[in-house]
């Protein structure tokens, strides 16, 4: 059998030396052996042992010996251990006081988990794999043929100006199958990846029919599932393949003129997640009160607040120096935090699993954990601005280049860069480039939302970085621009954006359609967040207070 510390994949080994694979089975103790430890099993004559080859052990209905008492059968099973023992080990022996139940229907329980599994490998997650080892086959195709149409009009462009532009001609096409190059090598690398965890799935599915069809309890009992480990699938490259852009010919500035080609693109995103079958459904509706209700008020003590994050018990705020600041719903503070480089936060946010992350002026995203201060990322040429906490326990951090050239958002997963969101399809900039912030939340339905206040837009794009609207504001009831800087989400997959002109909360659905507004005497509304229950937590900049609101 298998030892439940093993993995599905590796050899069956011994009972007793756990190092060497097993050839035999003692059916009085029913546990396996090597050809070493049969021997040394042997030497003790207080039993009779019965050991024979392993392949021809007699199969169990449920009646396994117990290994202490080995003329006893297992008709119960230890919940806390999770082993069949026997009634004498229930009620005297080391089991004494576990809960227990009966063995036949604990693992006929056991069975219909595995089975389920199976069906899940077998229907729901397998073929994702094979799908997505077929795209990627599809995609190295479509590599050939337009790549073979940039370099056909390289070459074109290289006729056009005969011997004195073949330099620059072969140069393009260096440039060209480069770009080709690394991206084969991406998509080729993604495809192996995919390959070996098709063939890890197929090895764990034979075993598991194995199993199933050996009718052996003691297999049956050790069995662990291992299907979370594939839920998540792997990441899904996406190529862009950039586009040849010819110029005319003016023989002075030859080299200028032939044309160019842009940075390679190559974007990796993040792995989806098959949802299993016993996954729980959509929460119940919760709608929109029509007059909300302002239910506290907290005086966070800045000159100006920026930021509001909710725990359990209290909300963490950041405004106008270095302190970091913890309060109860009636302003007490219970804790508070001075940066490490002793600058202003630039954002603030607590992670799923209650920790504090800040980004600094010094070009880092710091994690607080025991009131300790770990950098977690570093960035070079590029500086962060808003972070959000994801489901997956990631990081989305908003940055702009030194310069102020440029925008993007870059998903993290511990300090690991996963995913960079910067140009559409088009290959057009999403964000508004420039010196202000962007406050950035995920939705339920895993969409990424940032509040583009430059751009005077909410700019909504799904998990893989494509586009799905820009929400640009809503006629009624506002006499100014539309300037969102606060996001957040909550459980109704709302987006609910601050309008720091306007002095009121936009609510939207999920689809960027305008719901209505939250006023409730807001003045200058900064940072949002949501808590469990769906009350709103407004950071009013000016005012230093975080007002907290029933809208549902």
Same mark, same amino acid.
């Given at each position: 059998?298998?030892?439940?510390?093993?993995?599905a994949?590796?050899?069956?080994?011994?009972?007793l030396?756990?190092?060497?694979?097993?050839?035999?089975?003692?059916?009085?103790?029913n546990?396996?052996?090597?050809?070493?430890?049969?021997?040394?099993?042997?030497?003790?004559?207080?039993?009779?042992?019965?050991?024979?080859?392993?392949?021809?052990?007699?199969?169990?209905?449920?009646?396994?010996?117990?290994?202490?008492h080995a003329?006893?059968?297992?008709?119960?099973?230890?919940?806390?251990?999770?082993?069949?023992?026997?009634?004498?080990?229930?009620?005297?022996?080391?089991?004494?006081?576990?809960?227990?139940?009966?063995?036949?229907?604990?693992?006929?329980?056991?069975?219909?988990?595995?089975?389920?599994?199976?069906?899940?490998?077998?229907?729901?997650?397998?073929?994702?794999?094979?799908?997505?080892?077929?795209?990627?086959?599809?995609?190295?195709?479509?590599?050939?043929?337009?790549?073979?149409?940039?370099?056909?009009?390289?070459?074109?462009?290289?006729?056009?100006?005969?011997?004195?532009?073949?330099?620059?001609?072969?140069?393009?096409?260096?440039?060209?199958?480069?770009?080709?190059s690394?991206?084969?090598?991406?998509?080729?690398?993604?495809?192996?990846?995919?390959?070996?965890?098709?063939?890890?799935?197929?090895?764990?599915?034979?075993?598991m029919?194995?199993?199933?069809?050996?009718?052996?309890?003691?297999?049956?009992?050790?069995?662990?599932?291992?299907?979370?480990?594939?839920?998540?699938?792997?990441?899904?490259?996406?190529?862009?393949?950039?586009?040849?852009?010819?110029?005319?010919?003016?023989?002075?500035?030859?080299n200028?003129?032939?044309?160019?080609?842009?940075?390679?693109?190559?974007?990796?995103?993040?792995?989806?997640?098959?949802?299993?079958?016993?996954?729980?459904?959509?929460?119940?509706?919760?709608?929109?009160?029509?007059?909300?209700?302002?239910?506290?008020?907290?005086?966070?003590?800045y000159?100006?607040?920026?930021?509001?994050?909710c725990?359990?018990?209290?909300?963490?705020?950041?405004?106008?120096?270095?302190?970091?600041?913890?309060?109860?719903?009636?302003?007490?503070?219970l804790?508070?935090?001075? @940066? +490490?480089?002793?600058?202003? $936060? /630039?954002d *603030?946010?607590?992670?799923?699993?209650? #920790?504090?992350?800040?980004? &600094? !002026?010094?070009?880092?995203?710091?994690?607080?954990?025991?009131?300790?201060?770990?950098?977690?990322?570093?960035?070079?040429?590029?500086?962060p601005?808003?972070?959000?906490?994801?489901?997956?326990?990631?990081?989305?951090?908003?940055?702009?280049?030194?310069?102020?050239?440029?925008?993007?958002?870059?998903?993290?997963?511990?300090?690991?860069?996963?995913?960079?969101?910067?140009?559409?399809?088009?290959?057009?900039?999403?964000?508004?480039?420039?010196?202000?912030?962007?406050?950035?939340?995920?939705?339920?339905?895993?969409?990424?939302?940032?509040?583009?206040?430059?751009?005077?837009?909410?700019?909504?794009?799904?998990?893989?970085?494509?586009?799905?609207?820009?929400?640009t504001?809503?006629?009624?009831? @506002? +006499?100014?621009?539309?300037? $969102? /800087?606060? *996001?957040?989400?909550?459980?109704?997959? #709302?987006?609910?954006t601050? &309008? !720091?002109?306007?002095?009121?909360?936009?609510?939207?659905?999920?689809?960027?359609?305008?719901?209505?507004?939250?006023?409730?005497?807001?003045?200058?509304?900064?940072?949002?967040?949501?808590d469990?229950?769906?009350?709103?937590?407004v950071?009013?900049?000016?005012?230093?207070?975080?007002?907290?609101?029933?809208?549902?």
């Open positions: 059998m298998l030892h439940p510390r093993r993995s994949q590796e050899v069956l080994l011994c009972d030396c756990e190092t060497v694979p097993l050839q035999s089975h003692c059916e009085l103790c546990i396996n052996l090597c050809k070493v430890c049969v021997g040394e099993h042997l030497s003790d004559l207080s039993q009779r042992h019965n050991v024979v080859p392993f392949l021809q052990r007699e199969a169990t209905a449920a009646n396994s010996k117990c290994t202490t003329r006893k059968d297992c008709e119960l099973y230890c919940e806390k251990c999770d082993i069949p023992v026997c009634s004498t080990c229930a009620l005297f022996g080391k089991h004494k006081g576990h809960d227990v139940s009966d063995v036949l229907e604990k693992l006929s329980s056991k069975t219909q988990r595995l089975q389920k599994d199976l069906e899940e490998l077998e229907t729901r997650i397998y073929p994702r794999y094979e799908g997505m080892a077929s795209y990627v086959q599809t995609k190295k195709a479509e590599l050939e043929t337009k790549y073979g149409k940039l370099t056909t009009a390289a070459d074109q462009q290289g006729e056009n100006l005969h011997t004195e532009i073949t330099a620059i001609v072969n140069r393009r096409k260096s440039d060209i199958e480069e770009m080709k690394k991206h084969l090598s991406t998509l080729n690398k993604n495809a192996d990846g995919i390959t070996q965890k098709i063939i890890e799935l197929k090895q764990i599915i034979s075993l029919k194995s199993i199933l069809e050996s009718n052996d309890d003691s297999l049956t009992s050790t069995y662990k599932s291992r299907n979370s480990a594939f839920r998540t699938l792997p990441p899904k490259v996406r190529v862009t393949v950039p586009s040849f852009t010819p110029q005319k010919i003016i023989k002075d500035q030859l200028e003129m032939f044309g160019s080609l842009p940075p390679l693109s190559i974007n990796t995103e993040q792995g989806d997640t098959v949802k299993s079958a016993e996954a729980v459904s959509s929460p119940p509706v919760k709608p929109l009160l029509d007059q909300q209700r302002l239910t506290a008020t907290i005086d966070t003590d000159d100006y607040l920026y930021n509001v994050s725990i359990s018990d209290g909300v963490w705020t950041h405004g106008d120096n270095n302190v970091m600041k913890l309060l109860n719903l009636q302003s007490k503070l804790t508070s935090i001075q @940066t +490490k480089s002793g600058n202003e $936060p /630039r *603030i946010v607590v992670t799923r699993a209650g #920790h504090l992350v800040y980004t &600094d !002026y010094d070009k880092t995203v710091n994690l607080v954990k025991n009131k300790q201060i770990h950098t977690l990322i570093t960035l070079q040429g590029w500086r601005f808003n972070v959000c906490s994801t489901a997956s326990d990631n990081l989305l951090v908003t940055m702009d280049s030194d310069d102020r050239a440029h925008f993007k958002v870059v998903r993290y997963s511990g300090s690991t860069e996963t995913q960079s969101i910067q140009f559409d399809d088009q290959g057009r900039p999403l964000y508004s480039s420039g010196y202000l912030p962007k406050y950035i939340s995920e939705n339920r339905n895993l969409d990424i939302c940032v509040a583009d206040f430059r751009g005077k837009a909410v700019v909504v794009v799904n998990q893989s970085g494509k586009l799905r609207f820009r929400y504001g809503h006629p009624s009831n @506002t +006499k100014k621009s539309f300037n $969102p /800087r606060g *996001i957040t989400t909550d459980s109704q997959s #709302h987006i609910l601050a &309008d !720091y002109n306007n002095d009121c909360i936009h609510i939207l659905d999920q689809d960027g359609q305008f719901l209505r507004y939250i006023h409730c005497g807001l003045e200058f509304p900064r940072g949002l967040c949501v469990i229950r769906n009350n709103l937590f950071a009013e900049c000016r005012t230093a207070i975080v007002k907290k609101i029933q809208y549902l």
